[in-house]
């Protein structure tokens, strides 16, 4: 296993324009998270699933922003209508449940430009 | 709101000297996991240290370790002997919920000196 996986690196994207990011766990982790991390700052949790259920939503979650993770495998975060405010890097991680964290790893991140 | 302050936005350390960060964090949850990542250039978080909250021993991980202080909501990270490759923003983070999602602070970025 390589790790959690995030496609692709960068993009630039113009004002308006719908954007989608993908993220492909460790295959025996049913956690997934997204987080937004803007210049300066920590990462902030935008949104979880276990297994195919999103559970958890952040309110820095809004209307324009969907998220997905069919069968329960890689994950897609949709950003519609992008404003230059969504300028961020957008990253994901896996974990196992009740291990307190324990294997919960990162990919490299989507690092998103809105123009 | 869980919140988790870390108030050095920069600390700087020689070579091989030993260097402490500091973490303070607020939660109303008895059972909670402590994180130290590190973010080098390539952005890529990487844990370095993890802390459970219900046990009292420090945790240490080689030239890593950790100052908890659970009444003092307290996490310290100390790295001995800096090395260059130390050289990274460090993030502390405490899980939050059911789903222990993390919640982090701003960072630190540690600058080591040759």
Redesign the interface.
């Known amino acids: 296993d390589t790790g959690v996986s995030q496609d692709p690196r960068h993009k630039i994207t113009k004002r308006g324009q719908n954007v989608t990011f993908r993220c492909d766990p460790i295959s025996e982790h049913n ?1 997934l ?1 997204w ?1 937004r991390q803007t210049l ?6 935008l949104t ?1 699933f ?1 297994n195919e259920a999103q ?2 939503k952040s309110r820095l979650l809004s209307d324009r922003f969907s998220a997905e993770r069919p069968k329960g495998s890689f994950s897609t975060l949709e950003i519609q209508r992008t404003e230059q405010g969504d300028s961020a ?1 957008y ?1 994901c ?1 896996s ?1 196992l ?1 009740g291990t ?3 294997g ?6 989507t ?1 998103l430009t809105v123009v | 709101a869980q919140t ?1 302050t870390q108030s050095q936005p920069e600390m700087s350390v020689q070579e091989a000297e030993t260097v402490t960060l500091s973490c303070t964090y607020d939660t109303s949850e008895s059972d909670y ?1 402590l ?1 130290w ?1 590190k973010q080098p250039p ?4 990487i ?1 370095v240290i ?1 802390q ?1 909250a219900y046990k009292q021993q420090n945790a240490t991980e080689n030239r890593f370790s950790v100052n908890f202080q659970k009444a003092a909501k307290s996490f310290s990270l100390k790295i001995s002997d800096s090395q260059l490759g130390d050289a990274a923003m460090y ?1 502390c ?1 405490c ?1 939050q ?1 059911g ?9 630190t970025k540690l600058t080591v000196n040759p």
């Open positions: 956690r998270y987080y300066g700052q920590g990462p902030e949790f979880y276990q559970l958890e890097m990253l991680a974990s449940p307190g964290g324990d919960y790893t990162f990919g490299s991140g690092r | 988790v996991y994180f990542y390539s952005r890529q978080m844990l993890r459970e993030f983070a899980t919920g789903s222990e999602k993390l919640v982090f602070g701003k960072g």
